[in-house]
């Protein structure tokens, strides 16, 4: 028969429908270790109130350490007569100590209080497991921008040849944002490291119970000030949910790249064996499975945040039984962001470049016209007139086909009187990129510092 919380004033229990659509210990069993880190602190401040003495107090603490274990072990587990896993682990509770003890543990907290917990708990733990995992990949881009530092690449706008940059200022372009997502994790973690124990249904704990001591407890830094905000609100689950969305799009963006690369038409890297999948009908194929299902996978994890805010979007204060949905999409994130990581630090560490094909391509398609024009402005022409002139200097090779340093002396003199041979020291990959030499541009010297400053911080992170 179902054991259930609120047996008192009902004649049945619930119809199987209703079961079916409310029972949650399908997804949210993981919790409960920490329900039962939970129920040992909140068993302490019942000592403290006086509501257990001593020998119960013993007694309840070994049957929940009994119950710890045995859901470690798989040998206590939640059955279908349990609605969620705070039922579940009453259940268990009461079978390891008996009914009188055993039923002592849930006064003066709620199953609203205590899930609003458990969110909170689970999310500190898994932004520091993901945080370890954003940062192993950090330490890979970090390590192969050092490995090709000084090739050049096509650096594009638009996808477009744009201007040469260093293949490690790019590859470095990736780490920073994860760097970022690292830190919004801890800075979230400060948030999510106030406890809501001891808010009750809603309005409070009424038993003499102290709130702060469950918090420290469990290595939160403080306890709610307001009861109902601490069991109606969720923006801790939304704003870790948001953190986790970015970095998949981060991730996701990075794959574009890789899988373009990937192609004949680019060349510009190979993927590792181990790391990349055949077709079981075209024996050449080799394809790119990481980064195509990181960036599919991104948007189910993108949809998981929408999900759990359109969730929120329209309750009322205080605790909704809605807000039993908030589990599923963070755990949905959690999970393929777990699978995602490895996989994708392994195939970055592991792909081979093609530098040559990259420094080939580098200079080509008029991307050191901008060059030309800086050239010019630092001999004194207003920017205006030197970008008019480069742009001349692109009309003309597009016109003969062919690149801006086959243009001759007489044609260079030709579409202005500035343009004297001397301008050619700037029409090479080198110079281009040399001139870049300011903080966070592209120049072998600036690059080579921010090889360093994104490791510092990664260890800082860690
Ligand atoms: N399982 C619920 C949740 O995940 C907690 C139980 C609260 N239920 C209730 N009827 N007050 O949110």
Redesign the pocket.
Do not use: E, G, P
């Given at each position: 028969a179902r054991l259930s919380l609120w047996g008192g004033r009902f004649a049945s229990g619930p119809a199987p429908a209703l079961a079916a659509l409310s029972d949650?210990t399908h997804f949210?069993w993981r919790l409960a270790p920490y329900d039962i880190r939970g129920s040992k602190a909140h068993a302490n401040v019942l000592h403290r109130a006086g509501l257990l003495d001593d020998a119960q107090l013993a007694g309840m603490q070994e049957a929940l350490d009994a119950l710890a274990r045995d859901v470690a072990s798989g040998d206590f587990a939640a059955d279908p007569s349990d609605e969620?896993v705070?039922t579940a682990l009453e259940r268990g509770l009461i079978e390891r100590a008996g009914a009188d003890l055993g039923g002592r543990l849930r006064a003066g907290r709620s199953?609203?209080d205590q899930?609003a917990t458990l969110i909170r708990l689970f999310v500190r733990d898994e932004a520091r497991r993901l945080g370890a995992m954003i940062l192993d990949l950090v330490d890979v881009l970090q390590t192969r921008a050092v490995e090709v530092h000084g090739a050049a690449m096509p650096g594009r706008t638009h996808l477009q040849h744009a201007q040469p940059v260093l293949l490690s200022h790019h590859l470095l372009a990736h780490a920073w944002p994860l760097l970022r997502d690292v830190e919004r994790l801890q800075d979230l973690d400060a948030r999510a490291a106030i406890s809501p124990y001891g808010s009750g249904a809603l309005a409070g704990s009424s038993l003499g119970l102290d709130p702060e001591a469950v918090a420290e407890e469990l290595g939160f830094t403080g306890s709610v000030w307001n009861s109902i905000d601490g069991t109606a609100s969720r923006d801790i689950a939304a704003e870790f949910a948001f953190v986790l969305a970015m970095t998949a799009i981060d991730l996701s963006r990075l794959s574009e790249e890789i899988i373009l690369w990937n192609t004949k038409e680019f060349s510009f890297i190979r993927l590792d064996d181990g790391y990349s999948t055949g077709s079981s009908i075209m024996p050449q194929k080799k394809n790119p499975d990481i980064p195509e299902l990181t960036r599919g996978k991104t948007g189910r994890i993108i949809g998981d945040l929408t999900g759990l805010l359109a969730t929120l979007k329209a309750l009322p204060l205080a605790?909704n039984?809605d807000?039993?949905e908030d589990?599923e999409p963070i755990f949905d994130q959690v999970d393929s962001l777990a699978l995602v990581l490895p996989a994708f630090t392994g195939m970055m560490a592991t792909l081979t470049f093609n530098t040559e094909r990259m420094a080939e391509l580098a200079p080509q398609g008029f991307s050191l016209a901008t060059d030309i024009a800086d050239w010019l402005v630092r001999s004194g022409v207003p920017f205006r007139e030197a970008h008019e002139i480069s742009g001349a200097c692109v009309a003309k090779a597009e016109e003969q086909d062919k690149e801006l340093w086959d243009l001759t002396d007489a044609e260079l003199s030709g579409i202005s009187a500035h343009l004297d041979p001397a301008v050619r020291e700037v029409l090479s990959v080198e110079g281009s990129i040399d001139s870049r030499d300011a903080k966070g541009g592209t120049a072998g010297p600036r690059v080579a510092e921010q090889e360093l400053e994104v490791l510092r911080r990664s260890g800082e992170l860690r």
């Open positions: 949650s949210d969620d705070h199953r609203n899930i605790y039984r807000l039993q589990k």
